[in-house]
């Protein structure tokens, strides 16, 4: 076992660290890597990291990293590193035109296992899940990574042909949030590369890239000595080590030096305030930023940095609590809170502890003060006695769930692990390591020691940045930075010269409220390998066992807000917020999620629109209080009128703003064409908001759950029959039940919209840009059969749009198809896609071109059989979760369907003719919905907003 001492000094070093004092003891040993890995450097400067990982049998990741990103385009090279990246298909020197792809496809590659991430200080290109039992798909997968290191084709017409496209995915990610980001930088370090790389107003210069600029930029910053080749997964470390140097030694090293050199914000002294405006952002945001250097590099190979990512931990998830406590408290409209420490503004050598929040505009001053105040007392007083010890323990169990799982682990973790190591310095060591490290020295860290760490973490007054992100709107203008400051700086007065100690809140005592039930039928399901209780108060539990330390459970009934009086799909989301809003018994919601994460398991209520459920879970040694807090929701919803008050001032605000946001504008839009029930869908108006009344709406929630004898109790997991039968009759045998009052849904009368529907109208935007959704439908009866058909055209589509010809056309896209049985039997498959005004009909193109190739019969055995394979993996890997058997046994007794016994004779016996005749229907008697909205920087009244007069959308109506 290592040195205690030396791990303690190594606790000193991180303290010495963040106080920027003079470093004076011994440094702490490097740590080895994991027996996994395997590492070394080639003659010309590349780098290799290779681990063994065996939780994915017979598949690798393969990867490059480059420590090259936007940062180093210099004028005229903006969007170079993003062209260089759709040029790796078009052609290199070995595959030619897109034979990559092609190739990739037909060893069982899926599209989005092929990705390209351009940052601003690294670039990474992956293929996942690569079959790694064959040497020749290993051989060709390492033949493309040197491809695309030093081999990439670069000629005037590929540039040409994928310029349009280029900017199209650059000007996507330019939206409301990462224009207030540019505008920070701008403010904070305006000669910065990080403020002054990829404006759309400079990607005009793409179009003139020629091939001789973009190659000698190519072979600029696409060296060996920047670059790191990654293979993850079932792999011989020796055979892929030898195939490694073989391949890329043969790329020449550099004769000259390139400087690689990162930005480093000067520190200043102080409180920096910026107030960031946009028109398209609808909600007020607000950032603590607490700006820190990095740990030094030569601790980050050290135990330093695990113990600093357990006080990071304790210090957020304390301070966490002590805000949310204080929110209740105070009748505070703060909402979204979020803490987390990690880079800065996405620079490399800048690191923040980040307090997020958001607020109404006239509470910005009272919710600073009272933020910087609660960080004013845990600087100054930290932890007690009692919370350090919680601390500790919440920290050890999560790490001790990951070491206790590390054989499941799967590739991406370990991928992760090594980008970490290569991008950012991080260690390699292993988990099995860290976790004897911290087992030794977590519970030697004194009170003393982390309330240290603390006051460091959290006391300083300099460089310190605070930024107010709202929109540009009438009645913002009177927000001043100079006011925030002082609320910020006169919060210092709030805080008491003692500490109060706030109270322990303790696991309740079960206070029986009835007479448990007993057992009236016991049936074990030798199909499912389940047991399944009949109680007496009307109960139905399903004790389904399932290889997992975590035991899932998930209550359903039927009922839902067809049962509920003047619910319609616009008030369902606060009805639910109202559901989860006001803690159990005597415990706050606030107090119930310090106990449930505490005790790491968790519990929450919904209602949809025909059921009613409670979903959660705990780990196998909790489970008693999984049952407790079963009981718990059951029957001792607590009412809170404060947090109500304070929810409902936050839902006017967003429902006044929420059509700044194009996005949520063409949600809203996707409902009214969609269904036929324009009042269901509607949502919900300020004067509605302000008219809620929370005594009804609390009333409604609680009858949803107030018979035990409409609910199936469900539980899968690692399971002791006989053990969780006395929990079943305790906890849920005690909660009242009356089977003669069963209840069962009604039929709300809202059916998607039949015919063929087409909409176009025009959205002001500052990017322009254009939203697409397609709907096709179709009556189906809700069977097995249609079920799994619906599943093998949706692969099909989803596959034809991940190409990387369809991609090209589209900045993001989405397939998401169901076999409905409520109201109405149905098959409704939507995509969504985002794109430009010139793109929008060439993808709806697509689409539909693809399901009338099915249902011409272009899907013949082989490629039947590829996607019926997709959906047996998919099957197989499902079956060995907890949340599929939740499904399963929800759907047997609410649909009254088994989709599971004979899913795979029934996938098997699928054949061509029935796909086939399956999307012939959906084409020629289903249904056709197709919603675009088109961005325009032009002024757009409510008079002329459609380009059809059908109809016209009262909400849209907003002036800039």
Known sequence: ???????????????????????????????????????????????????????QKGYAHFGVAQRVGSTLEEDGETGMFKMLEALTVKGTRNFTDSTIITYLKSIGVKPDGVSFTTREDDVTYLIKDVPASNQNTIDSSLLILYNWLNSINIDEEDIKDEAPFVKNALVYEWDASRRLDDKLLNALYPQSNY?????????????????????????????????????????????????????????????????????????????????????????????????????????????????????????????????????????????????????????????????????LPNMIYSAISFVNAEIGKMAKYGFNGQECARSKEIYFRELEQIYDNRAALGNDIYLQRALDYFYNDGTLASIELKFEIMKEILFTISLNQLNQYAGAMLGQSDNVVISCRMPEYEGMEGIT????????????????????????????????????????SSVSDVVTNADIFILSNGATVVLKRNASDTVSFRAVSKGGYSLVKGANYGSEQYLNDVLNMGGLEKMSQPELERLYAYHNLDMKAAIRQNTEVLEGYAQKNNVEKLFHAIHMNMTGRRADQAAFDLYKQGKLFESSYRDLAPSVVFKDSILHYNYSNKNYIRRMDNEEIAG?????????????????????????????????????????????????????????????????????????????????????????????????????????????????????????????????????????????????????????????????????????????????????????????????WLDVFEHRYMMGKDFFSNYMQSLDAITPGQLKDFASRLLNEGNMVAITMEGTTKDVSTENLFKENEFIKEYFDISW
């Not at 190979?301 to 966490?320: C, G, R, W």
């Not at 420490?341 to 996405?346: A, D, I, T």
């Not at 805080?495 to 007479?515: C, L, N, Q, Y």
């Open 481 to 520: 930075p100079e006011r925030i400051l002082a609320a910020y700086t006169n919060a210092g007065l709030r805080t008491p010269s003692i500490r109060k100690e706030a109270p322990i809140v303790k696991w309740p005592e079960f206070a029986e409220k009835g007479a448990e039930a007993t057992v009236v």
């Open 692 to 884: 809620m009344d929370y005594a009804s709406m609390l009333n409604s929630t609680r009858e949803r759950f107030a018979n035990a004898a409409d609910f199936v109790f469900i539980f899968v997991g690692d399971i002791d029959v006989e053990a969780y039968r006395e929990l079943v009759l305790k906890y849920i045998g005690s909660i009242k039940g009356n089977p003669a009052a069963k209840e069962e849904w009604m039929t709300v009368p809202n059916y998607l919209t039949k015919g063929s529907v087409e909409r176009r109208f025009l959205y002001r935007m500052i990017n322009p840009r254009t939203f697409t959704n397609l709907t096709y439908s179709c009556g189906m009866d809700y069977n097995l059969s249609n079920n799994i058909m619906g599943r093998l055209l949706d692969e099909y589509v989803e596959g034809i749009l991940a190409q990387r010809s369809s991609r090209r056309y589209m900045m993001c896209h989405g397939v998401k198809s169901s076999l409905l049985n409520y109201p109405e039997q149905i098959f409704a498959m939507g995509v969504e896609f985002e794109t430009d005004s010139a793109n929008a009909d060439v993808v709806k193109g697509i689409v539909g071109g693809a399901i009338e190739a099915v249902a011409a019969g272009a899907v013949q055995e082989s490629g039947l059989a590829a996607l019926k394979q997709q959906l047996k993996d998919d099957f197989l890997a499902a079956n060995a979760t907890n949340r599929y």
């Open 1 to 55: 076992m290592r040195n205690i001492f030396r791990l303690l000094t190594a606790l000193l070093i991180l303290t010495a660290c963040l106080n920027c004092t003079m470093l004076l003891a011994q440094d702490v040993e490097k740590l080895p890597d994991d027996p996994r890995v395997r590492r070394g450097s080639l003659a010309n400067g590349l780098s290799y990291i290779l681990i063994k990982n065996t939780a």
């Open 195 to 359: 403020a002054t790389n990829l404006k759309p107003e400079h990607l005009s210069g793409i179009d003139d890239f020629s091939s001789k600029e973009l190659r000698n930029f190519y072979y600029k910053w696409f060296r060996p000595d920047f670059q790191s080749v990654i293979v993850v997964g079932d792999i011989d470390l020796n055979l892929i080590e030898t195939k490694v140097k073989s391949v890329f030694s043969t790329i020449q090293k550099p004769l000259d030096k390139q400087s690689r050199s990162y930005f480093t914000p000067e520190p200043f002294d102080g409180v920096k305030v910026y107030i960031l405006k946009d028109k398209e952002y609808n909600r007020t945001k607000i950032s603590i930023d607490i700006l820190k250097e990095p740990l030094v590099k030569k601790y980050k190979n050290t135990s330093v940095p695990f113990i600093q990512e357990y006080m990071d931990h304790a210090i957020s998830k304390l301070l966490f609590a002590r805000l949310r406590d204080g929110i209740i408290n105070n009748t505070l409209p703060i909402t979204n809170l979020q803490i987390k420490k990690g880079k800065f503004m996405n620079i490399r050598n800048q690191e923040s502890f980040s307090i997020t929040f958001e607020t």
